[in-house]
């Protein structure tokens, strides 16, 4: 990974990512998998990151919100451990 790449690698809040889900493409979300990932967790094992957009909703307060793109799996996951 390139040092740019990982320079954009923040540590959050969970609750500071906006979850919309009607921007990902599933139909519907696995639990299966959500259980997965969040063993994978448990376990310490290498997940990818999520991605996330920052994305300003009032021009006027310049409050820029966090929207998940990316770990739409992972962030539910996440929640649970």
């Not at 307060?61 to 962030?75: K, R």
Request: charged letters at 20%; glycine letters at 2%; proline letters at 5%.
């Amino acid at each position: 990974m390139s040092k740019a790449r990982q320079a954009d690698t923040v540590w959050l809040n969970l609750n500071e990512i906006l979850v919309e889900d009607r921007s990902q493409i599933r139909a519907k979300m696995s639990g299966e998998a959500i259980q997965r990932y969040a063993c994978a967790y448990r376990n310490e094992q290498y997940m990818p990151p999520v991605k996330l957009s920052k994305v300003v909703q009032d021009a006027a307060t310049a409050h820029p919100v966090l929207f998940l793109v990316y770990g739409f799996h992972s962030v539910p996951a996440l929640h649970q451990i």
